[in-house]
């Protein structure tokens, strides 16, 4: 019965994760989708988000979940300036261009942020109060980081699929060449994906900081950087709901397999919840090297 | 063309991410001074502990050549100068600048980088070249198992981080026996686990939990939620300061409450407090120094032994003067000790030679604002310096353990959940 209350609470927990490294993954999908640029620069991206948390929260009291539309903003701008001022001139370029003008501007970033903000670690803390499910109390700030992960992945999907630049997008991923004969301005909507991909990116920041509002600062984007590589992966590279599963999957491994793995007498069930998400992407990928949702 | 400007945009891109870390290193190595350096994160995840040694060690440098006129060697004062590189947080660095140190501008006396991997990382490269190596950020008991000659530690080793806590306890609630511990998996959490482990064992209290979580974890809820079934009175645990601080608010968030919760490395800094608002009142935290501690010329009088360097109040301006009003925390004052420490060793051996100034150390036991140093001569391992237990106490850090050090009675048992939310303060009356 404990075990079972145990199992049950952090299957949920792992829900909860896995919709935000879903929402932080979808950015890096995104982009990689239309532009077929790696961006190893994701997490400073991140990073600026859960700055803007702070401060917006700090100096203004603003809730974190408008301090996302901020975010949103700030990372569309952000998308737009790198795009026009390095991408660009990048996109026919080998692939190693690519990934070390990324990798460079992720540097810059985390530079930046430190010699403006210093290197502390920053927190805040939002007490909107917890829900107690019997199994597991969960704060509400974490509720809202599941609910917002979930409208924001929905509304990017009907973006894609009913609007007219959704379409356009999508075609521009299918055939570049045909998209441009049928008069889609393919250069405009390769700065849109990558503009929107970094928003994302951005934003997900602020929810990370509703899940984990500590230890805020210019270096923390580094192993969220990791992981999303790994969801990705496990999505489908090219697919933003291949990363938003995949997310969901590493997210419910990581937590939900604790329980059981702490049943096996002498291991250390925390480290082996890591190998085990791993080994699930590894057997995925042997049995669907496309991922979860990606096309051969 | 186009292939023109793809290179100006990454020569643009690479240039810019150089000049930044490299505008806030030193690079100045006078000739006819004796040089002390090493390898400093000023950037990665350990960029905040290292700009702390480094006020730390540049607030000495000057208050050693203003007030001693640098070391005294065969009768002729020669001026102290730092030189530090930053190592970005990362091992690779580190063994590269090591290397470049010794070699290149020609360091003698190193001051080993912040934390115990990096710390171990650069161990083999001084050994090679017989330089002395004084550790302040790398506490971790294996650095000094390994057999390296040229090794020295300032603060005191990772076994001793976790025995204050325990041993204060053992003193003010003996009912208090179910402990549990949780620890980062890493070099130095790994060290700290082992000798509270050890030390819960001898004082007799049960272990009903012990595990550990890995440093790339960003939820903490299933290994508290086993945790909290275990009907703990204590919690010892921690890694470095962003889990540290993820601990305790997480602790909070799933209603876990308990006697005394001591973590590492996060309550020592204010940052902890700005971050957790009241929640964080009655955390405690082992520390190597803290403001107020009292060490000083009258209390090495009292131990027998001499007192070096400057008081309290004069490290304290000093520090302040160069962190541009920033407190010192112990990353800070532990690195200025290291650097005290060589001061006067190569006064005592009136020689620049590291291996006489390595024999003179382990006849050396004095008192400086930190506290007591003397090593393990074959080892080079601290054994003289004591930890203090720190407390947040009605929004400051106290020195709550031992009782000689205290600068307040410890608060216990810690305020709850429920008042702490209410913005309750830990005042002890």
Redesign the interface.
Same mark, same amino acid.
């Not at chain 2, 790339?216 to 939820?219: L, P």
């Given at each position: 019965m404990e075990f079972l209350r145990m199992f049950s609470g952090d299957l949920i927990n792992g829900i909860i994760l896995g919709a935000v490294y879903g929402l932080m993954t979808m950015g890096l999908s995104l982009i990689f989708g239309v532009l077929k640029v790696v961006n190893v620069g994701h997490g400073a991206f991140i990073m600026v988000g859960a700055f803007i948390a702070y401060w917006m929260f700090t100096l203004f009291g603003l809730p974190p979940l408008l301090s996302a539309i901020l975010a949103l903003i700030v990372g569309i701008a952000l998308g737009f300036f790198f795009y026009y001022v390095v991408m660009k001139w990048l996109l026919e370029a080998p692939e190693l261009s690519t990934l070390l003008a990324t990798f460079a501007i992720g540097i810059f970033l985390a530079e930046v942020a430190k010699a403006v903000w210093g290197p502390d670690y920053r927190g805040y803390s939002w007490n909107v109060g917890s829900l107690n499910l019997g199994v597991t109390t969960i704060p509400m700030a974490k509720v809202y980081a599941l609910l917002s992960s979930i409208v924001i992945a929905v509304a990017l999907y009907l973006w894609f699929k009913k609007t007219r630049a959704g379409n356009a997008l999508r075609g521009v991923v299918e055939d570049k060449e045909g998209a441009r004969v049928c008069g889609i301005n393919v250069e405009g909507y390769y700065a849109l994906s990558f503009a929107i991909g970094i928003g994302l990116t951005v934003m997900s920041g602020v929810f990370i900081t509703l899940f984990v509002p500590v230890g805020i600062n210019p270096y923390m984007g580094e192993v969220y950087t990791i992981k999303a590589f790994v969801i990705a992966v496990l999505g489908g590279l090219a697919s933003p709901w291949g990363a938003f599963f995949g997310g969901f999957i590493f997210g419910l491994v990581e937590n939900g397999s604790y329980a059981i793995l702490g049943l096996i007498p002498g291991v250390e069930p925390f480290s082996l919840t890591q190998c085990l998400a791993f080994a699930i992407l590894l057997v995925l990928l042997l049995l669907k090297p496309e991922g979860l949702l990606g096309k051969k | 063309m186009?292939g023109g400007?793809?290179k100006l945009?990454?020569i643009a891109?690479?240039t810019?991410?150089m000049v930044?870390?490299f505008s806030f290193s030193a690079m100045a190595a006078l000739p006819g001074k004796v040089v002390i350096g090493g390898p400093i994160s000023?950037?990665?995840?350990f960029?905040?502990e290292?700009?702390q040694s480094v006020w730390g060690i540049k607030a000495m440098e000057k208050w050693v050549n203003a007030t001693l006129g640098g070391v005294k060697i065969k009768g002729k004062k020669i001026p102290v100068a730092y030189k530090y590189y930053d190592d970005e947080?990362k091992k690779e660095v580190v063994t590269n600048l090591m290397e470049r140190l010794i070699t290149k501008d020609k360091v003698k006396f190193t001051l080993a980088p912040y934390s115990s991997g990096l710390t171990l990382a650069a161990a083999p490269i001084v050994e090679k070249y017989g330089v002395l190596y004084n550790s302040h950020g790398g506490a971790s008991n294996r650095i000094f198992e390994q057999g390296f000659s040229f090794i020295v530690q300032t603060l005191s080793p990772a076994s001793e981080y976790q025995t204050g806590p325990l041993e204060m306890i053992k003193k003010i609630d003996p009912s208090a026996k179910r402990v549990a511990f949780l620890f980062q #998996?890493n070099e130095f959490a790994r060290a700290v686990a082992k000798g509270a482990e050890a030390k819960a064992k001898k004082l007799g209290f049960k272990v009903v939990f012990n595990?550990?979580?890995?440093k790339?974890?960003? #939820?903490l809820?299933?290994?508290l939620?086993?945790l909290k079934?275990a009907k703990a009175d204590i919690l010892i645990g921690g890694g470095h300061?962003?889990?540290g601080?993820?601990l305790a608010?997480q602790l909070d #968030?799933?209603?876990i409450n308990l006697k005394l919760v001591s973590i590492l490395v996060a309550p020592t800094?204010p940052?902890f407090y700005?971050?957790?608002?009241t929640?964080a009142e009655s955390y405690m935290a082992p520390g190597q120094w803290g403001i107020g501690a009292k060490y000083s010329p009258a209390a090495a009088k009292k131990e027998g032994i001499p007192y070096f360097g400057p008081t309290q109040k004069e490290f304290m301006k000093y520090f302040l003067k160069e962190s541009k009003g920033v407190k010192p925390d112990y990353h800070g004052a532990e690195a200025a000790a290291a650097f005290l420490a060589y001061v006067k060793a190569i006064d005592a051996a009136n020689s620049l030679d590291p291996k006489v100034v390595r024999k003179v150390m382990n006849k050396l036991h004095f008192m400086t604002f930190f506290g007591d140093w003397k090593i393990d001569p074959k080892t080079g391992m601290q054994i003289a310096h004591k930890m203090v237990v720190l407390q947040w106490q009605g929004k400051k850090l106290q020195i709550v353990w031992p009782p000689a050090a205290q600068t307040s009675k410890p608060f216990y048992p810690m305020l709850t959940i429920k008042q702490r939310?209410a913005g309750k303060l830990a005042i002890v009356k």
């Open positions: - | 186009k400007k793809v945009v990454l891109l690479v810019a991410c930044f870390p000023l950037s990665g995840k960029a905040k290292g700009q947080s #998996d595990r550990t979580y890995p790339s974890a960003r #939820d809820t299933p290994v939620t086993e079934n300061f962003a889990d601080q993820l608010k #968030d799933m209603g800094l940052n700005q971050a957790l608002g929640m939310k």
